[in-house]
């Protein structure tokens, strides 16, 4: 049984095409290989389902969650207006199994899943355990490319049942797409079959070394949701996102 059988995907939102944007080491915004060791199933407390990503890069380990849902286990965010967008969060997701599983996978709603035991951080032993989680092995030990970017972004801190920024920044990185290790074609180039990879060094011109302060007109304290569509503002190749 699907762990996703819950979940509701939009038949009227539009397919998002590549975004070309300008571990515990942040690292610098970069393409970097990466070796995928655990693609693990979750769960948070509102209910939004996420794909927790275990990657090594140069040797090191690199992990992010990308929330596939929001928490009435939509794949999609509707506007005022009543148009519905795919979750930044899925559709990379979804990039993830086409690449890992050479084009076999094109949903992450439909990779299998099993049980493993994985080293997962531990709220109340403050350390990382082992432990049984349902894993996407059809992504393990495959590797890939990763645009990844490092931004500056508000602090949070948790407020009832809601996290808000605060007035501290910090470091971040962000995983922005994922590339075929050999060819370097997006999911989509290959999709639309392109006769070869432009995103990868179109990404790389307008983006490397760059760090993106996404606390730039914004004030702290705003509130945040889990499985909130992610805001990509400023530094964008136009007519790729």
């Not at 090191?60 to 929330?67: A, H, I, K, S, V």
């Not at 730039?216 to 945040?224: C, D, L, Q, R």
Request: with cysteine; proline share 1%; charged share 30%.
């Amino acid at each position: 049984m699907s762990l996703f059988n819950n979940a509701k995907k939009s038949s009227k939102a539009e397919v998002q095409q590549d975004r070309v944007v300008g571990g515990f080491k942040r690292l610098e915004t970069n393409v970097y290989k990466a070796i995928i060791k655990a693609a693990i199933f979750t769960e948070s407390t509102k209910g939004a389902y996420g794909l927790i990503l275990h990657l090594e890069i140069d040797g090191q380990g690199y992990r992010e969650t990308l929330w596939l849902t929001n928490q009435n286990k939509e794949n999609f965010y509707t506007k005022k207006d009543g148009t519905q967008n795919i979750m930044t969060g899925y559709t990379l997701a979804s990039n993830f199994a086409y690449i890992a599983t050479e084009g076999e996978v094109d949903d992450v709603f439909d990779l299998e899943n099993e049980e493993k035991i994985v080293k997962m951080y531990d709220k109340d032993a403050k350390k990382e355990l082992p432990k049984e989680v349902e894993c996407f092995t059809q992504l393990h030990d495959v590797e890939v490319l990763v645009a990844i970017q490092k931004q500056v972004n508000f602090k949070r801190t948790q407020q009832g049942n809601t996290w808000v920024d605060t007035s501290e920044t910090q470091e971040e990185n962000e995983i922005i797409n994922v590339m075929h290790v050999e060819t370097k074609m997006t999911a989509h180039e290959i999709q639309t079959e392109q006769e070869e990879a432009l995103y990868h060094d179109e990404w790389l011109a307008a983006n490397a070394g760059r760090t993106y302060d996404k606390t730039k007109g914004k004030a702290a304290a705003n509130k945040g949701k889990e499985g909130k569509p992610a805001t990509k503002k400023s530094g964008f190749l136009k007519g790729q996102q």
